[in-house]
């Protein structure tokens, strides 16, 4: 697999997370430097540059607990709105063509706050070709392009739903949406499916979790539905 299949946030929010951060550096700085003066003689302070005086150490107090204040109260309410990606995935039947036997992948979104989704792709191994390493991610266009080259059928023998920016409720079930369904001949043609979901939360962040989709489909722990 190109990497691990857990859930990890790949980008924080410039504006409500670095900059908070940068202030509360910033500040400590200040605090550091007029610590330092005041440990000083006055004749010491009297020559450049510990004449300099940033802020009154009170004022810089209060603004430093309220920075750190914000910094901690950002960090807990991130971890609030955090989203938990899952998958099911199962055979059944009903989406291809003849009522074949389809593994069935579905996403959710376990958590409590409502996530955008915003970016989707593929990545198709082939049986017999290169691992992952070696192949491109692509869109759902792209994949099944791949897919039909190698002498599959949409509709028959696979069916890949077109994600795109929209918001991923966040569900106290085990509802998902479905992201594709295979057939038994996909799964004896085709080495592996990857799919990869980004989104963002309330609070900007970016969240990644790549799926591996035919993962479990050759197990005998599921049984198959009669065609």
């Not at 004449?51 to 204040?69: F, I, K, N, T, Y």
């Not at 099911?88 to 009522?99: E, F, K, M, P, V």
């Not at 069916?159 to 949406?177: C, I, K, R």
């Amino acid at each position: 697999m190109p990497v691990s299949d857990a859930q990890r946030r790949v980008r924080r929010s410039p504006l409500l997370f670095t900059a908070p951060i940068v202030l509360l550096v910033l500040l400590t700085l200040v605090l550091g430097w007029e610590i330092v003066r005041a440990n000083m003689s006055a004749e010491a302070r009297t020559d450049w540059p510990w004449r300099l005086q940033v802020l009154d150490m009170e004022p810089l107090g209060s603004l430093l607990a309220v920075a750190a204040g914000a910094v901690l109260a950002r960090a807990q309410y991130a971890r609030t709105v955090r989203p938990f990606l899952g998958w099911r995935s199962d055979w059944s039947a009903g989406n291809l063509r003849g009522g074949v036997p389809e593994w069935q992948v579905g996403l959710l979104n376990g958590g409590s706050h409502t996530v955008m989704v915003e970016e989707y792709a593929c990545l198709v191994v082939l049986r017999g070709e290169p691992g992952p390493a070696a192949a491109p991610w692509t869109d759902v266009q792209g994949a099944a392009a791949v897919l039909t080259a190698a002498g599959l059928t949409a509709g028959e023998d696979f069916q890949l739903v077109m994600v795109g920016n929209f918001p991923l409720v966040g569900t106290g079930s085990y509802e998902t949406m479905k992201l594709g369904a295979f057939s038994q001949r996909f799964v004896d043609r085709v080495e592996a499916l990857y799919l990869r979901v980004r989104v963002a939360d309330t609070v900007g962040d970016s969240h990644e979790r790549i799926l591996d989709a035919l993962k479990g489909a050759r197990s005998s722990a599921y049984q198959r539905p009669a065609p």
